[in-house]
């Protein structure tokens, strides 16, 4: 099995096929998923016992981590450079 990463999505597929043709799969796999409203996070290829190629595709998971700094809650996406300034000059008390 090799592993690619293909527009930020993990990909694993089996060393006998192209590396063009699992892009192409995926690109494909894509398109059917944004038709649905879902957006795709990871991606196996792989040859079941009649060696047929099976695609198993999961989606990205919606959840988001929130963090409390100086007070507001927010995804850290969402930081100035003072908020993140601050998320890493903390230490943990574990």
């Known amino acids: 099995m090799k592993t690619y990463v293909i527009e930020n999505m993990p ?5 006998s096929i192209e590396e063009s043709e699992v892009r192409q799969i995926v690109a494909e796999e894509k398109v059917q998923w944004a038709a649905a409203g879902k957006q795709p ?8 016992d009649e060696e047929q190629l099976c695609i198993r595709t ?14 507001y809650l927010s995804n ?5 450079d003072s908020k993140l300034d601050e ?8």
């Open 41 to 48: 996070g990871r991606c196996e290829l792989y040859f079941d």
């Open 87 to 94: 998320l890493q000059q903390r230490t943990s008390h574990a």
């Open 76 to 80: 850290m996406e969402n930081f100035n």
């Open 58 to 71: 999961t989606e990205k998971s919606p959840i988001k981590r929130v963090r409390r700094i100086t007070g």
């Open 11 to 15: 990909v694993t597929a089996p060393g």
